[in-house]
C-alpha cells in the first residue's frame, strides 16, 4: 500500500520529457521580451486617440445644437417682431389719430400714447461662432422675443381701449342728438296745428317722431343719425309750410286793405254826416266821420262854396285832403283861414 502511494508521488514529480523542453524554449524564441510593453503602449494610443475622437465628436454636436438653438431663436424674436410692428405702423398709428374729445375716457388716449413710447430692443442675432457665444446669444434673443411678444399683446389692448372708447362716445351723441331733435319735432308738431300751408307736411313730421321714438335707445349710430336727418327733413317741411301760410296771410290782408281804401277812395262821402248849427237861421254842417281824423301834412284845401242866399243860412264847410291821394276831411273853413 505504501508502495502505491510512493509509486502516485513519483509520478507526480516527474520531470518533463524532453519534448516538453523543447516545445517550451520554441515558445520562448518567438516573443522577445518588448514585445509586451509595446503591445500596452500601442493599446494606449488607440485609448487615447479614441477618446480624442469621441471629445471631437460630442464638442461638434454640442455646437451644433447651440447653433440649432440660436437660429430658432432668432427667427421666433423675427416674427414676434414682424408682428409688433405691423400693429404699431398700422391699427395703432390709426388709433393714435383719436383725439382725447373724441372718445368717452380720455384715459385710454394716454394709454395708448404710452404704449408706444416704448423703446423696441435691437436685433443682434447669432453673431458668434463659439458655444458659449451662441448659447448667450439664445438666451438674449428668446429674452427679446418675450418683450416683442408681451408688448404686442399690452399694445393691441391699448388699441381696443381707445376705439371702443370712441365707438362708445359716438353712439352716446348720437343718442343725445335724435333725443333733442324728437323733443323739438314733437313741440313744432304742437305749435304748428292750424298754422301750416300744407297739413300733408304735419303727418310727414308724426311719422318721423314715432320713428325716432322707436330707435333712440338702439346700438348703431349710423340708424340714429338717419331718423335724426329725417326729423330734421320733416322738420324743415313743416316750418317752410307756416312761412308759406304766413305769407299768403299777410298778402291777402295787404290785398284787402288795399281793396277798401281804394273803395273808400272812390266814394268821399261814404262816411259824411250832417249836424244842424245852433245858430240862428238853423244851418247844417258836414262831417266825415271815416278815415283821416288826424290833419295830415302838408294838406290842401279845395275853395268855400258860394253862401246861400235864403234865409236858412248854413255853414261853410272845406275839404281837407293830403298829398298821399287818400280821402279828404271835411272841415269848417273859418278854421283852416277861409
Not at 416683442?148 to 399690452?154: A, G, M, R
Not at 304748428?192 to 320713428?211: F, H, M, P, W, Y
Request: a neutral charge; one cysteine or more; hydrophobic letters at 35%.
Amino acid at each position: 500500500m505504501n508502495e502505491e502511494k510512493k509509486n502516485d508521488i513519483v509520478e507526480d514529480t516527474t520531470p518533463p520529457t524532453e519534448t516538453g523542453i523543447e516545445s517550451t524554449e520554441s515558445t520562448m524564441r518567438r516573443r522577445p521580451k518588448w514585445l509586451v510593453p509595446a503591445i500596452a503602449a500601442g493599446a494606449i494610443v488607440v485609448l487615447i486617440g479614441a477618446g480624442l475622437g469621441g471629445w471631437h465628436a460630442y464638442t461638434t454636436h454640442e455646437l451644433n445644437v447651440a447653433k440649432s438653438a440660436c437660429a430658432q431663436a432668432s427667427d421666433t424674436l423675427r416674427g414676434a417682431a414682424n408682428e409688433y410692428n405691423s400693429l404699431v405702423n398700422g391699427a395703432a398709428a390709426d388709433a393714435s389719430a383719436i383725439k382725447a374729445d373724441q372718445v368717452k375716457d380720455s384715459k385710454t388716449v394716454d394709454a395708448l400714447a404710452k404704449a408706444l413710447k416704448e423703446t423696441a430692443p435691437g436685433y443682434e442675432g447669432c453673431v458668434t461662432d463659439g458655444k458659449d457665444g451662441l448659447d448667450a446669444a439664445t438666451v438674449k434673443l428668446n429674452s427679446q422675443a418675450k418683450w416683442y411678444e408681451s408688448h404686442e399683446k399690452s399694445l393691441s389692448e391699448a388699441v381696443k381701449a381707445v376705439t371702443a372708447s370712441k365707438a362708445a362716445k359716438t353712439l352716446e351723441t348720437a343718442k343725445n342728438a335724435l333725443a333733442k331733435k324728437v323733443d323739438e319735432a314733437s313741440k313744432l308738431l304742437k305749435d304748428s296745428d292750424g298754422k301750416v300751408q300744407d297739413n300733408a307736411t304735419r303727418e310727414t313730421l308724426t311719422k318721423a317722431i314715432d320713428s325716432g321714438n322707436k330707435l333712440k335707445d338702439g346700438k348703431e349710430p349710423s340708424k340714429l343719425d338717419e331718423a335724426r336727418k329725417a326729423l330734421e327733413l320733416a322738420i324743415k317741411g313743416v316750418n317752410d309750410s307756416i312761412a308759406a301760410k304766413t305769407k299768403a296771410d299777410e298778402e291777402a290782408a295787404a290785398a284787402a286793405a288795399a281793396a277798401q281804401a281804394a273803395a273808400a277812395q272812390s266814394n268821399p262821402y261814404s262816411n259824411t254826416t250832417y249836424r244842424r248849427s245852433t245858430s240862428s237861421g238853423g244851418s247844417y254842417q258836414r262831417t266825415s266821420t271815416g278815415r283821416g281824423n288826424a290833419a295830415p301834412a302838408p294838406r290842401t284845401t279845395a275853395p268855400a262854396p258860394a253862401p246861400t242866399p235864403s234865409g236858412d243860412e248854413y255853414e261853410q264847410m272845406c275839404s281837407v285832403t293830403d298829398t298821399s291821394g287818400k280821402p279828404g276831411t271835411w272841415v269848417p273853413c273859418s278854421s283852416v283861414g277861409f
